[in-house]
Nanobody, 122 residues
Framework: QVQLVESGGGLVQAGDSLRLSCAASGRTFSTYAMGWFRQAPGKEREFVAAISWIGSGTYYAESVKGRFTISRDNAKNTVYLQMNSLKPEDTAVYYC???????????????WGQGTQVTVAS
């Protein structure tokens, strides 16, 4: 069992940066691939980024490629999402997710966090 707690959301202006954090419980954090998803009002939840067990592989949605960076610190059981050049269309609830492999965390995560709101004002 893995419990995930996101933090770092907030209200920012277009063009600003924000870093989300996701703290995971348990001693098996390094055995999970991690991911970030988001859900905007009235829309389905969508994949944003994923990272492999030791961070050697990263994957991004086209809409955030070049602006967002996912990273992890296995010593701190934490995964991060650095978001730069934020746009109003990035406004959403952002969810942290964990899965056994990068391929599955992008499509069928095993665990979800509760989400953190990111609002980008124009």
């Amino acid at each position: 069992q893995v419990q995930l707690v996101e933090s770092g959301g907030g209200l920012v202006q277009a063009g600003d940066s924000l870093r989300l954090s996701c703290a995971a419980s348990g001693r098996t954090f390094s055995t999970y691939a991690m991911g970030w998803f988001r859900q905007a009002p009235g829309k389905e939840r969508e994949f944003v980024a994923a990272i492999s067990w030791i961070g050697s592989g990263t994957y991004y949605a086209e809409s955030v490629k070049g602006r967002f960076t996912i990273s992890r610190d296995n010593a701190k059981n934490t995964v991060y999402l650095q978001m730069n050049s934020l746009k109003p269309e990035d406004t959403a609830v952002y969810y942290c997710a964990a899965g056994l492999a990068p391929s599955t965390v992008r499509t069928r995560p095993d665990y979800w966090g509760q989400g953190t709101q990111v609002t980008v004002a124009s």
